[in-house]
């Protein structure tokens, strides 16, 4: 359920320059199941567990500490080029991440209407369009009420003056000249079994709030508008560079394998959800090795503060899957977790 791209972005987000979009004015309905009432926490509560752990926010858009946990001191002060696709080229490549905070250099001069448009429709405050490394696409499809949850607990998140570095090319074209990319269809997400409410509320929780779809379904072709791959949705097979999920290589391999986490024999066949919640939240897969992405299991890990209704329903989810042939191997298998 990781969110980071390496350098293979470059080919969608160069041709996201001249992508089309649809209407994206509203986020689109929900599951008929919706996902539970949050029992006892207030809207702005609501919106730090969706930032901090369901939608991994702060991974994004945290600042980390030279021991690699996240800066408090700085939570959602933006990180000044997040991903570079070119190192070796000077003044290309940098995407930075946005000051979230109540701070002149960040949203305090924002209105509610221009935040809401910039993670759902990926337009950014100042009317450009947001690269399609921010999972707008993905957050389009949440429910007003947690859109409105997201922008109350912003307005509560401490002010840190810091103006993040400005985007490089490629970047900087989309942001000038570029359409958002549209969202994924409620159509194009695998649907729960019916009669299922508690795989109903894990699909809201991971394909339309939190990002285990936009991490586990293959990047799509350069052609197509939206990033990933929704004919084989969780099929797995992104790459990544260890650094680009949080993880130090060694011990974890220097190229790592998004695996395929549908129940075919090529992705999490056998897993039950027990298995799945364990994978999820403590980053211990079936086999006892390390799932290699720091958003599992790590210590800065969000999924490993979510709640346990939460994990149970994206586990049921994941479960009901329809199985994808797609060999990931070689899957990641870091040191073994105790």
């Given amino acids: 359920m990781m969110i980071m791209r390496g350098w293979r972005v470059v080919a969608i987000a160069v041709t996201l320059l001249v992508a089309c979009g649809d209407d994206r004015k509203a986020p689109a309905v929900a599951d008929a199941a919706s996902p539970h009432p949050d029992a006892g926490r207030t809207v702005v509560e609501r919106g730090r567990y969706i930032m901090n752990n369901l939608g991994v926010c702060t991974f994004c858009h945290t600042p980390l500490n030279p021991d690699g946990t996240r800066d408090l001191t700085r939570l959602f002060a933006g990180v000044d080029c997040f991903i570079d696709i070119d190192p070796g080229t000077p003044n290309f490549g940098c995407i930075s991440t946005r000051n979230l905070t109540n701070d002149a250099t960040g949203l305090k001069n924002a209105t509610d209407t221009q935040i809401k448009n910039a993670f759902l429709n990926g337009m950014r405050t100042d009317g450009k369009a947001i690269a399609p490394v921010m999972p707008y696409y993905i957050f389009h499809n949440m429910t007003n009420e947690d859109a409105d949850a997201i922008v109350?607990?912003?307005?509560?998140?401490?002010?840190?003056?810091?103006?993040?570095?400005?985007?490089?090319?490629?970047?900087?074209?989309?942001?000038?000249?570029?359409?958002?990319?549209?969202?994924?269809?409620?159509?194009?997400?695998?649907?729960?079994?019916?009669g299922n409410a508690s795989a109903a509320?894990?699909?809201?929780?991971?394909?339309?709030?939190?990002?285990?779809?936009?991490?586990?379904?293959?990047?799509?072709?350069?052609?197509?508008?939206?990033?990933?791959?929704?004919?084989?949705?969780?099929?797995?097979?992104?790459?990544?560079?260890?650094?680009?999920?949080?993880?130090?290589?060694?011990?974890?391999?220097?190229?790592?394998?998004?695996?395929?986490?549908?129940?075919?024999?090529?992705?999490?066949?056998g897993?039950?959800?027990?298995?799945?919640?364990?994978a999820v939240a403590d980053g211990k897969d079936k086999m006892g090795n390390a799932v290699c992405a720091g958003t599992h299991g790590s210590g800065i890990?969000?999924?490993?503060?979510?709640?346990?209704?939460?994990?149970?329903?994206?586990?049921?989810?994941?479960?009901?899957?329809?199985?994808?042939?797609?060999?990931?191997?070689?899957?990641?298998?870091?040191?073994?977790?105790?």
Wanted: charged share 15%; aromatic share 6%.
């Fill in 152 to 194: 109350a607990y912003l307005r509560t998140v401490p002010g840190v003056n810091h103006t993040v570095q400005p985007n490089e090319e490629p970047w900087a074209s989309i942001n000038n000249g570029g359409m958002p990319a549209p969202p994924i269809t409620d159509a194009q997400i695998p649907a729960a079994a019916a």
């Fill in 201 to 269: 509320r894990g699909r809201y929780l991971s394909a339309k709030v939190g990002l285990c779809i936009e991490c586990h379904t293959p990047m799509a072709a350069p052609t197509n508008p939206v990033p990933i791959d929704m004919t084989r949705p969780f099929a797995g097979g992104r790459v990544f560079f260890a650094s680009d999920l949080g993880v130090q290589s060694p011990p974890y391999p220097a190229m790592i394998n998004v695996r395929n986490i549908t129940p075919d024999a090529t992705g999490i066949a």
């Fill in 271 to 278: 897993f039950s959800t027990t298995d799945i919640i364990h």
């Fill in 301 to 338: 890990s969000p999924y490993a503060a979510l709640d346990k209704r939460d994990l149970a329903d994206i586990a049921e989810y994941i479960h009901g899957l329809p199985p994808i042939v797609n060999d990931t191997s070689p899957n990641c298998a870091g040191p073994p977790v105790p």
